[in-house]
Each structure stands twice: as structure tokens, then as C-alpha cells.
T-cell receptor, first 111, second 116 residues
């Protein structure tokens, strides 16, 4: 079955700096890769996703890149703000049939 | 409805009792997922429904756990003879369908289960 690893487990950056979180997956059948942000005590919220037919996707300060050959994908947040502080989860799914999540990265943006 | 809803929001039960958790997906969403999240941990996949059938039950931790979905809408997750290790937040998510642009998942607020 699918296995998703995520690094780092914790990340601290200064406000305004960039943050990068990396995930690897094992199942070549996975073709959909969402990223979720979860604030303390709240539900996960989708922030960006990418499908296997593209290599990069950007939405304002957030971008995701996918390397299908190497089976890894990364989340990039530029110009970080304190409200970006949360736990971020990556996931991999074959056609939305089941989702395997990474263990999460706790991002702290220091003012 | 505006989003995925779950009930109850909190449930405290005694060890050995059965509990039933409910999920109302977004109207029209055919795919429904159950996850478990222990304090400070990641999301553990439990079960996935496409319509009323569950093609993937591989995540259910034991035979004390079962889930059903009727009418292609509401789903219930039942835990029999609860144990303290069952304490967690149980999250439900739904998507319009599996495949293509319809597979984006939307999460409910979760049910916090505490087994004393």
C-alpha cells in the first residue's frame, strides 16, 4: 500500500522568510496530492492540490511542485506571516479512492 | 448544507460501552471518508465509501469498528466495547466523487471521543 513520508516534522521561520515542506510517496498509482492546513482545534482545510499531469501549481504565496519520477512533492510558502503558523499535512491518493496522509509538519512563523 | 457536519461534537463514554458517530456529507457528494486523529498526531485513514459501498475497509483498526452508509448520504461509524485507546477525534470528509477534479476532500469539524 501507499506510504507517505513528510519532512521536517517541525519548522520555525522568521516572518517574511520562505518555508518548504517535502513529502515522498511510494505508490506510482497515486495521482492526486493535496495539502491541508490544520490550526489548533480545527478541521483540516485544503490549501492547494496538484495532480500528476502537472509539475507545478501556484496560488498567491503558496506553490506546490511534483516530481513523479522521484515520487516526491513539496509545499512552498513565501513571505510567511504569523497566521501561517499551523500543522501542514500532505497526502497522496489514487483517483481519490483512499488517501494516505503524511505525519504532519508543525510550522511556526516567528514575528 | 453548507459543509460536512458531524454529531455529536463531543462524546464521553465509559470503557466497554458502544458509541455511534454520525456524518452528514455535503449534499450530492458520493465519496465519504472516515479518519481518526489522536492528540498531536496525523490523520489515520479508517474507511472509504463510494455511494453506499465501502471498497476500502483496510484502515479499520479492529472488528469492534464498523461503518455504514445508507441512501448514499449519511454515514455512521460504530465502535463497540470501547477501549481507552479509542479516544481520539474522528473526522469525516466527503468529495464529489473519485477521480478527476471531483476528488477534493472537505472535512467536517470532527467528533472528540473520550473513553474513560
Amino acid at each position: 500500500g501507499e506510504n507517505v513520508e513528510q519532512h521536517p516534522s517541525t519548522l520555525s521561520v522568521q516572518e517574511g522568510d520562505s518555508a518548504v515542506i517535502k513529502c515522498t510517496y511510494s505508490d506510482s498509482a497515486s495521482n492526486y496530492f493535496p495539502w491541508y492546513k490544520q490550526e489548533l482545534g480545527k478541521r483540516p482545510q485544503l490549501i492547494i492540490d496538484i495532480r500528476s499531469n502537472v509539475g507545478e501549481k501556484k496560488d498567491q504565496r503558496i506553490a506546490v511542485t511534483l516530481n513523479k519520477t522521484a515520487k516526491h512533492f513539496s509545499l512552498h510558502i513565501t513571505e510567511t506571516q504569523p497566521e501561517d503558523s499551523a500543522v501542514y499535512f500532505c497526502a497522496a491518493s489514487p483517483y481519490g479512492q483512499n488517501f494516505v496522509f503524511g505525519p504532519g509538519t508543525r510550522l511556526s512563523v516567528l514575528p | 448544507g453548507a459543509g460536512v457536519s458531524q454529531s455529536p461534537s463531543n462524546k464521553v463514554t465509559e470503557k466497554g460501552k458502544d458509541v455511534e458517530l454520525r456524518c452528514d456529507p455535503i449534499s450530492g457528494h458520493t465519496a465519504l471518508y472516515w479518519y481518526r486523529q489522536s492528540l498531536g498526531q496525523g490523520l489515520e485513514f479508517l474507511i472509504y465509501f463510494q455511494g453506499n459501498s465501502a471498497p476500502d475497509k483496510s484502515g479499520l483498526p479492529s472488528d469492534r469498528f464498523s461503518a455504514e452508509r445508507t441512501g448514499g448520504s449519511v454515514s455512521t461509524l460504530t465502535i463497540q466495547r470501547t477501549q481507552q485507546e479509542d479516544s481520539a477525534v474522528y473526522l469525516c470528509a466527503s468529495s464529489a466523487g473519485a477521480g478527476g477534479s471531483t476528488d477534493t476532500q472537505y472535512f467536517g469539524p470532527g467528533t472528540r471521543l473520550t473513553v474513560l
